[in-house]
């Protein structure tokens, strides 16, 4: 029996087979240089030691897809300004050297994928963080966390989303890449959040967006003019691929008053939560809906009455990650829902917040009542506390069943379209791929109404087996590989394309040359822009997508009809 | 390439919670990254204006850069398992030695998975000792006088007990026995003398250990694993020999090495030790509660209290494993095994005792109980890295300045030892120099630097304080 | 060039008298007055493209207007031998979408025509102050007008485009833009603003001013009209007075449409002149409303609530009610379906109905800062005796109170050369005051582009903004002239 499956004679071999590129590779002395005189040679190395720990695995199914070929950067350099930011990415450009942002690490575009040769700055020391309680906007340098945000913003009695993503997930990074969170029923998309900027170009210009262009004030966003905001963010994200947003103000949201009061840390770990002291003003409530029909019309419905602060459905399988000591513990329980359990377990989980007074709040309860007499829904039981939404997103728990995740699908359209596609997603995974994740018996992922039921979002994860799909693993079980990148990448673009409900997670699951055709083309005008503002591809190479790299890395990888999709796509 | 060549057959995977670190190869590759190895529960995290009260690594929160905190090692290891980086790099050993020990990042990543993120540290330092590359310089000339001399400051062995000679009764045979840390014994003997006197006033007789040496916290801290388990096993034989049913010590570093690092190094659990370990802290709190004692004497103080990391988080019993890891269910391990979390810690003794004396007014610091931060006392930091300790000191006294503290009390001679050199410092104009190297660090962090008035007074040790007021 | 468009689109589609081409030249604008050499009336997006290909290739500058009505100089040619096309004729109002609550539009669509077919089912277009009846609404919203209805964190009021851009290309934004959409089997409603792909499409359009492209279609969010409302009212001698009563009911999410204006509005709105004697100087209007689901009365109920109880407490010295004093009789009923409708289309548009036209300064700042706004805006309009009682003041809360749009008035009469001259000043004057003052301006009209973007802050803005149109538009045809175009 040997101690653990990797043996180093065995990982040597099989890395040295599958890298294409030097592990390690060196900078010119002259850029190392030049970024040391513009930060200080205590924040810049190029020691390997350093290197790597820069080097990840990638977010779940990257690591596997990308047959975990994370590369150490070349250099890492900690600027502390935006002025300093641009330089090194002018010096980056003076000696053709790619690079990349890096606020929190908490994802794949946190890693040199592909490149051995990638400058990595790491923006972990922009802390700045201000608010204007009475204008309710704070501004935020790139550094800064959700989880200390809420705290911060709780402070001035005003409050944020916390992402899905987490709270290790960084504000501006988020905001400007994904920003969904069940609170977005009120607090709206992530690009409206935003408002000014501060980004440094790829060519290494610091340019402005939003009031930032005529003061120094960030109260506002949008202009002078078109906004330019709108280079850098649209459904997909470039990732990085774009230059780097150094600073921005954002909106903050009213809140209770006295709120750090009303919503209190406690417990010990890993019990940890926000402790509700005044359910008068704030509850989150769980109410158990008779049929899948009932409980999305009954969101519609309650959507349209602007009632809530969040209405959204979550896995089956969340709540059994919330209430198991560890994985076995999970497995032990989660074994024994069948599909017919799922099938009839509908639960809506909403929040209700008394923003004006308890009286409202009183009023929303009312008509919450009076919708789910209509609908047949009933309250259980729900714990006065938030584990999840507000402070603490702990996303990290989703690693915790199999130590692998992704989340394959995020689609924001309406609620009807997020409804099919859930349901179509968790059928087909039920019927022809469960074999290859976690299964999840047909659960229909989750989902949320978005402003005012305007709009919803779906997001549908994934929970691979950690070792059937690392290369590196003697587990390594490359049938499964396949056909679970088969459905990752194939099916749930198939599907998407199909319902019509788009997918932000198409950057680096699917590619965009192979969504691009299917959405007005728009692949051409990525093309277009990274070719007028990055024509070198020295932002994040190779995000968004670069297909020729993607090709090449990914022999195995990239599945031929995905081939054929890249090789036609049209070009900008 | 066709991946089924390299495909190998695959055999069971041992996984056993030793001191290998071919055992956290799981570590290594499954970290996602989340931080909060870097700042601790998020729940508790405070705003963004407070930020360098929200770190939960010491080193990382000295080094700012990655491959100072947890998750940047994870990607070390797996680079030093896979034969990308060389065991023999420079860099690594001055690297891996920063690392406190203090358990903020295991307890934090076991909020939500299941890694073990401590073990992999010291499993790291061991590794390199084993390669003949650690400790570092410093480190080897402590542990030779450790050895030689049975206690840190290279005294004589015979004068770890001379505080007792007077004002103490001292059992020739007792069912407790008083370990007394080097720290107490030579250093501070007023907190050795104070345990005696918490005893002496309840009638509790006590006994000390003739011969006794150091507990080998500073080797074990090192990775000297061999050294380590030999003070291990003279130790408990000794203690059992005794034949002694509870051990108290006011040290928590003692407490921690017998209750906890003894059997981990031994393969054992803390219940099979043949003795009950226990903290003057958890002790003397019982003899509050069973009224053995009485707090009369007034303090009128606000106080905070520091978790020592040995007592508070790190201080669950140990419980071996070993068993398979199996890669086709998930990875689930088999048989199925306890997590130490940290819940269980002793955070509310030490906090009742405070509360139990008139006066004082108990507030806690941002960061307090399984999310305490190291004080930088912890490990070998202190010996080959003194400006790294003397850093993260400062800030944790300007935390616990920022809350309005008067008086800092610990449970751990060693941490009383840097908070006071720390406050002296402060007294000469210390404070703006720690926030200037904190400036230096993290652009735009104010209000947690905007605090430059002094109203620290003193530090005090528990066990000393509770003996002043009885 | 007539004969090859009218190939494209038809015969009669292409204007060229001059006399029919006046109401292309001018507006209620400052910009300086200039003909088209013919005004191309398209029917849909295949004319737009089309006549887009043909007018790239002779590289022919060409302005798009969609209003029957125009304030701001957008549709004047900055440049000679310019073409106008004219969207106004596309005007079909296409779906309905009652479950999410969209409606799909041509640009054409103006207020009127738009509100009168949702009323018919019960809903509302988001409106920003009495519109004019003939405005295109989504050019309105193209434009940021702010809606009088600030009770939302308000993702975008357009979600998807269908958009021809200035190269001569068809695209869609938002989640529209799946190929199949609309067909059967497809569940997309196009409610996505975002994208598609890593471009934030609707951003750069929002503001452009038809320089980057030309809207076809937009999907735009509707409300529910709702089944009861009460309007309060805050009437106060101080703008100052009102400040901290307006940012609580943004924060206390207080009403539906919220807004202030000063007595010179007011009167405006309401009838006249002749109303300012009565009027107070300045008032908040809020309207309270209960939707037509759930349980209406109560929903006014916890408003009017917080209103009677908190805030007259906390505000004593404010005369808070349901009637304004000063006003006309019956107004407090009759400002709610006011305030859902355009202006009346038979009667004087409100703010020309002092002096047949108004100039309007508009930016954004912060609610505290207001008064010192106002401050400057007066000392500068004394400069030249511009009488004070004249400026029209209005105040629209954003979201919540998060920030305002400030809009300043003033009425002048365009055929009288001297006041002309003088409303060109105070608007220099102010747009530079304001700007050091810290004022932002979003909506870049007459005499703000060459103030912004000149500014060192902006360059690099410009310089990016530029090699984007560039992209859209590398042939420079569209409204050239126009913003740092």
């Known amino acids: ?572 | 390439m066709e991946m089924d060549k390299i495909r190998a057959k695959p055999e069971p995977v041992i996984f056993k919670l030793d001191l290998d670190l071919r055992n956290y190869h799981w570590e290594a590759k499954t970290c996602c990254n989340c931080a909060m190895c870097k700042y601790g529960d998020w729940t508790y995290v405070p705003s963004p204006e407070e930020y360098d009260f929200s770190w939960i690594c010491p080193e990382w929160e000295w080094g700012v850069m990655d491959h100072y905190g947890t998750a940047g090692r994870t990607k070390i290891v797996g680079g030093l398992l896979a034969g990308d980086l060389a065991v023999d790099d420079p860099v690594l050993k001055e690297m891996v030695y920063r690392c406190h020990l203090c358990g903020g990042c295991d307890v934090s990543c076991k909020r939500n998975l299941d890694l073990e993120m401590l073990m992999m540290h010291e499993a790291l330092m061991v590794h390199l000792v084993n390669a003949g590359m650690g400790p570092m310089p410093r480190h080897k000339i402590l542990a030779e006088r450790i050895n030689r001399t049975g206690n840190y400051f290279g005294k004589e062995a015979k004068e770890r007990m001379a505080w007792a000679k007077e004002g103490v009764k001292v059992a020739e045979k007792a069912g407790l026995l008083y370990f007394v840390g080097c720290y107490a014994a030579y250093k501070y003997p007023t907190i050795a003398k104070s345990v005696a006197k918490i005893l002496n006033v309840a009638n509790v007789p006590f006994m000390l250990m003739e011969g006794q040496g150091c507990c080998g916290y500073k080797l074990f801290t090192v990775g000297l694993l061999e050294d380590v388990t030999t003070a291990a096993k003279h130790t408990i034989r000794k203690i059992n020999e005794l034949g002694v049913k509870q051990v108290v010590t006011e040290c928590a570093d003692c407490y921690r090495m017998l209750k906890v690092e003894y059997p981990k190094v031994l393969n054992m659990a803390t219940k099979d030790l043949g003795f009950e370990v226990l903290h003057i802290a958890e002790y003397a709190n019982q003899l509050i509660k069973e009224g053995k004692i009485k707090v009369e004497k007034e303090f009128d103080e606000k106080v905070t209290y520091h978790d020592p990391c040995g007592l508070g988080r790190l201080s669950e019993p140990w419980i071996p494993w070993e068993g398979l890891r199996d890669a086709e269910d998930w990875g689930k391990l088999k048989p199925r095994r306890e997590f130490r979390r940290g819940a269980n810690g002793c955070y509310e003794p030490p906090r009742d005792i405070l509360r139990s004396i008139p006066g004082i007014d108990l507030i806690e610091m941002r960061r307090h109980h399984f999310n305490a931060i190291c004080s930088g006392s912890c490990g070998g930091v202190r010996e080959a890295f003194p400006e790294q300790q003397a850093f993260l000191t400062d800030v944790r006294l300007r935390e616990a300045n920022y809350v309005g503290a008067e008086t800092i009390v610990t449970a751990n001679p060693r941490t009383l030892e840097v908070f006071e050199e720390s406050l002296a410092r402060m007294k000469i104009g210390g404070i703006r120099n720690s926030i200037r190297e904190v400036k230096e660090r993290f652009i735009g962090v104010e209000k947690s630097l905007g605090v430059i008035s002094l109203n620290v007074k003193r530090v005090r040790d528990l066990a000393s304080l509770l003996a002043s007021a009885i | 060039m007539k004969q090859a468009i009218e190939k494209i689109i038809g015969n009669g589609k292409v204007i060229d008298r001059k006399e029919e081409l006046e109401k292309f030249s001018s507006d209620y604008s400052l910009v300086i007055s200039k003909k088209p050499d013919m005004a191309i009336k398209v029917h849909d997006a295949d004319d737009v493209l089309n006549v887009m290909l043909r007018l790239n290739e002779d590289g022919i500058v060409v302005y798009p207007s969609s209003s029957k009505v125009h304030f701001y100089g957008g549709t004047i040619p900055r440049r000679e031998k310019a073409v106008v096309m004219d969207l106004s004729g596309m005007d079909r109002i296409h779906e309905i979408d009652e479950v999410n609550h969209w409606v799909h539009i041509e640009p054409g669509v103006t207020w009127g025509q738009l509100q009168r077919v949702l009323e018919t089912k019960g809903f509302r277009c988001v409106m920003p102050l009495l519109p004019h009846p003939n405005r295109s609404v989504l050019m309105d919203y193209l434009e940021r007008e702010q809606p009088t209805l600030c009770k939302f964190e308000y993702s975008e009021m357009i979600a998807s485009m269908w958009v021809v851009w200035g190269i001569g290309e068809k695209f869609t934004t938002g989640s529209a833009s799946i190929n199949t959409f609309g067909q059967k089997g497809c569940f997309a409603d196009g409610v996505n603003p975002q994208g598609p792909g890593t471009i934030d499409f609707w951003r750069l359009l929002q503001g452009s001013q038809g320089t980057f492209g030309i809207v076809t279609k937009g999907i735009c969010k509707i409300e529910f009209i709702p089944s009861i409302s009460k309007t309060i009212f805050f009437p106060a001698d101080t703008l100052g007075q009102l400040l901290s009563p307006l940012y609580e009911m943004g924060r206390k999410y207080i009403g539906f449409e919220r807004f202030l204006v000063n007595k010179a509005s007011l009167s405006a709105i309401l009838g006249g002149t002749h109303l300012r004697a009565s009027l107070p100087n300045w008032v908040i209007i809020n309207v309270l409303s209960g939707l037509p689901i759930g349980r209406p009365e109560e929903m006014v109920g916890y408003q009017l609530d917080y209103i009677q109880n908190e805030l007259r407490n906390r505000f004593p010295q404010l005369t808070i009610g349901e009637k304004l004093k000063g006003a006309p009789n019956g107004i407090e009923e009759k400002l709610p379906e006011m305030l859902r409708k355009p202006w009346p289309d038979e009667r004087m548009y409100w703010k020309h109905g002092n002096k047949s036209n108004c100039h309007e300064v508009i930016f954004i700042t912060t609610l505290n800062r207001t008064p010192e706004f106002v401050e400057a805006f007066k000392e500068i309009a004394s400069e030249f005796d511009y009488p004070k009682e004249d400026i029209g003041i209005y105040i629209q809360p954003i979201e919540d109170m998060r920030a305002c749009q400030m809009t300043f008035m003033l009425p002048y009469n365009p055929n009288d050369d001297q006041e002309l001259g003088i409303i060109r000043e105070i608007n220099k004057k102010s747009i530079r005051k304001f700007i050091n003052k810290g004022g932002y301006f979003n909506r870049i009209y007459e005499g703000v582009g060459e103030v912004v973007y000149s500014l060192p802050r902006v360059q690099s803005y410009v310089n990016y903004i530029r090699r984007v149109k560039g992209l859209f538009d590398p042939n420079w045809i569209l409204s050239p002239g126009k913003l740092c175009f």
């Open chain 1, 1 to 572: 029996m040997t101690t653990h499956y990797i043996l180093e004679t065995e990982v040597k071999e099989k890395l040295s087979q599958m890298r294409r590129n030097p592990y390690w590779q060196e900078a010119p002395d002259g850029a190392f240089k030049e970024m040391e005189e513009v930060v200080g040679s205590r924040w810049i190395t190029k020691e390997k030691v350093a290197r790597q720990a820069y080097c990840g695995r990638g977010y779940g199914f990257e690591q596997y897809s990308y047959l975990g070929l994370s590369y150490p950067p070349c250099i890492i350099v900690l600027p502390a300004s935006t002025e300093e930011v641009a330089k090194i990415v002018k010096i980056c450009n003076k000696y053709n050297l790619p690079y990349l942002p890096m606020s929190s690490g908490w994802m794949i575009t946190a890693f040199p994928r592909h490149r051995p040769d990638m400058v990595l700055i790491d923006l972990q020391r922009m802390w700045e963080w201000k608010i204007d309680r009475e204008n309710m906007v704070a501004t935020l340098g790139a550094g800064v966390r959700y989880g200390h945000h809420c705290q911060g913003c709780m402070e001035y009695d005003l409050w944020f989303i916390n992402t899905g993503g987490g709270s290790a997930s960084c504000v501006i990074a988020n905001t400007i890449n994904y920003g969904v969170s069940p609170l977005n029923y009120r607090m709206g998309n992530a690009e409206r959040r935003a408002l000014s900027l501060e980004w440094v170009t790829p060519e290494g210009e610091i340019a402005y967006s939003g009031s930032w262009t005529q003061g120094e004030e960030g109260f506002w966003g949008d202009g002078p003019g078109p906004n330019l905001m709108g280079m850098l963010r649209g459904l997909d994200s470039w990732n990085g691929g774009m230059g780097i947003v150094t600073r921005m103000s954002l909106k903050v949201f009213p809140f209770l008053e006295n709120a750090t009061k009303v919503l209190v840390p406690e417990g010990i770990t890993p019990d940890t939560h926000l402790s509700f002291k005044d359910t008068d003003r704030i509850r989150w409530i769980n109410f158990q809906l008779p049929d899948r029909k009932s409980m999305e019309e009954c969101i519609i419905e309650a959507s349209h009455t602007q009632i809530g602060a969040a209405w959204t459905k979550v896995p089956v399988f969340w709540r059994y990650i919330a209430i198991a000591k560890d994985k076995e513990d999970f497995w032990e329980k989660w074994s024994g829902v069948n599909k017919e359990d799922i099938d009839n377990f509908h639960l809506l989980r909403t929040l209700f917040v008394g923003y004006t007074s308890k009286k409202q709040m009183e009023y929303e309860l009312k008509v919450c009542e009076d919708i789910m007499k209509k609908y047949g829904g009933k309250e259980r039981r729900t714990r006065p506390s938030d584990e999840s939404w507000i402070k603490n997103a702990d996303a990290n728990g989703m690693y915790m069943m199999t130590n692998s995740y992704i989340s394959t699908l995020g689609g924001q359209e309406s609620l009807r379209c997020v409804f099919e596609t859930g349901k179509r997603l968790g059928d087909l995974l039920s019927r022809h791929y469960e074999e290859c994740f976690l299964p999840q018996k047909g659960d229909v992922g989750w989902w949320q109404s978005n402003d005012f039921g305007h709009s919803a979002y779906l997001e549908f994860m994934l929970y691979q087996n950690a070792d059937y799909w690392d290369p590196i693993s003697p587990f390594f079980n490359p049938e499964i590989h396949e056909k679970g990148l088969k459905w990752a990448m194939e099916v749930v673009s198939d599907v998407s394309n199909d319902t019509g409900a788009c997918n932000f997670f198409g950057a680096f699951h699917h590619g965009l040359l192979y969504k691009g055709p299917n959405w007005s083309n728009f692949q051409v005008w990525v093309d277009r822009f990274k070719n007028e503002f990055d024509p070198d591809r020295l932002s994040n190479p190779p995000a968004p997508y670069d297909p020729e790299e993607m090709i090449e890395s990914l022999p195995h990888g990239m599945l031929t009809k995905i081939r054929s999709y890249i090789r036609r796509a049209k070009r900008g």
